[in-house]
């Protein structure tokens, strides 16, 4: 309110004395005190002004009586009581969890009971989503149980693994289940590494996993005998992923590239996804590395043995061929497939022991004797790579060991070298290649920035 007509209101509040005039000016003459007349003049006219003055859309509105009189009864504008906030209700704890890891043994019924259940509490469950995860429990998973209040069952969770729980709730029909599911991080990494003795202690020293090992040997199987064609100075390179979960390492990832310097020849493998969705490894020209035959049908081993058709048996003390190769190894290792076919003969007899014969289309037959345990039975399809038995020193064997045969139209041929003969790799069609080669144009140049990093250091 401006401050000529708060003089107003002021007034209008004063009361007026009796026989007095409304407004009445002081009785001393105007011409012994000339500044009041031009003060009271003054004051009318801007009284006069306020109330016929329009204003303007930028200026406040001027008051009429009706106005003053509102003003008077409303209260004042500067006296705003503050509103009084609604207290914050303090939200109740969460009830508490008890958590059981499951023990070799147990079943649910035992854990529940464990827990203050009863086997109702369980069949209640255990109806949510048909069973869903309950349906079985393994060893090292994780049971947590939440109660109401009254101690009856309001909650439980199924732990199977850092990246699947299944939580269920109560609601007023049973349980109803909800799975919860957490993603790994994807971590690209790279290592560098020289073997000083075998591919498995360069490997673990290098900080890479034995499965990644065992993929890295799977992945050139193909083209090096893990067994006999490693050297020591040979280098190994791998493009791999790290699964990470909460800042730490979860699990290894795929290898999505790699090379192996051997003898100084140099092998790349990459991995791709063709146009159909299949994965698989290729080399730099877009060539399979996956072969018809594995060089050598196990890993982590050493050769006893090689091909020799003039070989002095060790037990019969005669001159009888050595038509395979020999590979020594601890008792329990496993033997792999060496390619896919058919088990046409799986049993025992005295010289062998226990045997494998796999037969590869019409040409091709593979041998695997002395086993200590058979995994496979006469007429299974395998694949390869299948595990289809152990090594053993079964039969006329001095020790543990694989015998191993490989026969071209039921002739025995060279396993080291009876790969130069068996049917060339696939390729990827020509129309696919221009888009493989743009897909592996980085992990390539990796490779090679890895490669003359090593040759760099090699020669500092």
């Known amino acids: 309110m401006s401050m000529s007509a708060q003089f107003l209101v002021d007034m209008l509040r004063k009361p007026t004395p009796r026989g007095a005039t409304p407004l009445a000016l002081p009785v001393t003459p105007l011409h012994r005190r000339p500044y ?63 958590e059981f890891v499951v023990q070799d043994g147990d079943n649910l019924s035992l854990i529940f009971n464990r827990a203050g259940f009863s086997d109702t509490d369980l069949y209640r469950v255990a109806r949510a989503n048909d069973q869903r995860s309950l349906k079985r429990v393994y060893p090292g998973e994780t049971i947590g149980f939440q109660s109401d209040s009254d101690g009856a069952l309001l909650a439980l969770r199924h732990v199977q693994s850092p990246l699947l729980t299944t ?71 791998v493009l791999y992923q790290e699964l990470v979960l909460d800042g730490e390492r979860f699990d290894d990832g795929p290898i999505l590239a790699a090379s192996f310097t051997n003898r100084g020849e140099t092998f790349e493998a990459y991995r791709y996804t063709d146009a159909e969705g299949d994965t698989s490894y290729y080399n730099e020209k877009g060539v399979s590395m996956r072969k018809a035959f594995l060089m050598a049908p196990l890993d982590f081993t050493r050769v006893s043995s090689n091909f020799n058709p003039n070989r002095l048996h060790p037990i019969y003390k005669t001159q009888r061929p050595h038509r395979g ?61 299948d595990v289809i038995g152990t090594v053993g020193s079964t039969g006329a064997a001095t020790g543990p060991h694989l015998h191993y045969e490989f026969l071209v139209n039921g002739v025995h041929r060279n396993p080291r070298t009876v790969h130069k003969i068996l049917p060339k790799a696939r390729s990827l069609p020509d129309a696919e290649l221009p888009r493989y080669l743009a897909a592996i144009r980085q992990p390539t140049q990796q490779l090679a920035s890895l490669r003359n990093a090593q040759q760099l250091a090699l020669v500092e």
């Open 167 to 237: 939580l269920y709730m109560r609601e007023a029909d049973g349980y109803a289940a909800t799975d919860m599911t957490r993603e790994p991080d994807q971590v690209a990494r790279n290592v560098s590494m020289t073997i000083d003795s075998s591919l498995f202690i360069a490997g673990t020293d290098a900080g890479l996993s034995d499965a990644m090992i065992m993929e890295l040997a799977g992945i050139f199987g193909g083209v090096i005998d893990f067994v006999l064609d490693p050297r020591i100075g040979d280098t190994i390179h």
């Open 325 to 385: 190769t020999d590979y020594a190894a601890p008792r329990g290792t496993p033997v792999y497939a060496a390619g896919d076919g058919r088990v046409v003969e799986a049993g025992y007899t005295r010289p062998n022991g226990n045997y494998v014969f796999i037969q590869h289309g019409e040409q091709f037959e593979t041998h695997y004797l002395h086993l200590h345990r058979l995994k496979v039975k006469q007429g299974a399809r395998v694949k390869q790579g």
């Open 36 to 98: 009041l007349w031009v003060v009271g003049v003054g004051s009318l006219l801007m009284i006069l002004g306020l109330s016929l003055t329009t204003p303007n859309s930028d200026e406040q509105p001027s008051m009429a009586v009706g106005e003053v009189e509102a003003a008077l009864a409303a209260p004042s504008p500067d006296v705003v009581p503050e509103p009084i906030a609604p207290p914050v209700p303090t939200p109740a704890p969460e009830p508490p969890w008890q």
